[in-house]
């Protein structure tokens, strides 16, 4: 993952629990399948987390920190109208999936899986989700005061359906990365992004 706030051990036991995640599901993927993946001893796996629970915990703020929290920060620093600070994150968050495929879509299937299920994680993965919506919330309601948004639109619909593109988008990407013109692909994407909501686009 790239983080110098984990140890070397704690961000591998945490990049082959993301892929298991992945691949498998949190429900259906143990303990021990992480050690094994990891290559580490039950002492080891033990020695960084409590439990599957605490480890996932990590995951969520390793992914709020180093994405979420990185990209508000980058956006809101940077100087421009709505469409320019639209462009900024868009680049952003797509180089961001470039570079790690594997966080951004577990991230995005382990929210699937854990809908619904009323537990703590869930609530932990569903804050992450409202403070990313929130900040597109926020930044249509900028392009609206601009006047460059599409009049009927509402900001927290527009943001809504940002996040639903994003997500689709994300995983149409991920299957298909081996043979799909990934530049060509996220261009396209932020061009028919953004004529949906301007009103000249």
């Keep these: ?4 706030k984990l140890s070397t051990l704690k961000e591998k036991i945490v990049t082959e629990a ?5 691949c498998k599901g949190f429900r259906n ?4 399948d992480i050690i094994e993946a990891s290559d580490i001893s039950k002492g080891a796996f033990y020695w960084h987390f409590k439990s599957k629970n605490e480890l996932l915990e990590t995951i969520i703020k390793e992914f709020e920190e ?10 809101r620093n940077t100087q421009g109208d709505f469409q320019h600070k639209f462009k900024y994150y868009h680049k952003y968050i797509t180089e961001f999936a470039l570079h790690n495929q594997e966080l951004c879509v577990g991230f995005m299937t382990l929210f699937a899986e854990l809908a619904g299920n009323g537990t703590d994680l869930e609530q932990q993965i569903k804050r992450v989700y409202e403070k ?14 601009e006047n460059v948004l599409k009049v009927n639109l509402d900001a927290d619909m527009v943001a809504h359906i940002i996040m639903a593109i994003n997500h689709g988008m994300l995983l149409e990407w991920y299957m ?25 686009a």
Excluded: C, P, W
């Excluded at 993952?1 to 110098?4: K, R, V």
């Excluded at 993927?29 to 021990?32: H, P």
């Design 29 to 32: 993927t143990t303990i021990n």
């Design 18 to 22: 993301i892929r298991l995640f992945l």
């Design 132 to 145: 990313h919506r929130d900040f597109l919330k926020g930044l249509a309601k900028a392009g609206m005061k």
């Design 176 to 200: 298909n990365r081996n043979t799909i013109d990934s530049q060509l692909f996220a261009k396209t994407y932020r061009d028919i992004t953004l004529s949906g909501i301007l009103k000249s």
């Design 1 to 4: 993952m790239g983080n110098n």
């Design 66 to 75: 180093t994405f979420i929290d990185k990209v508000i920060e980058s956006v």
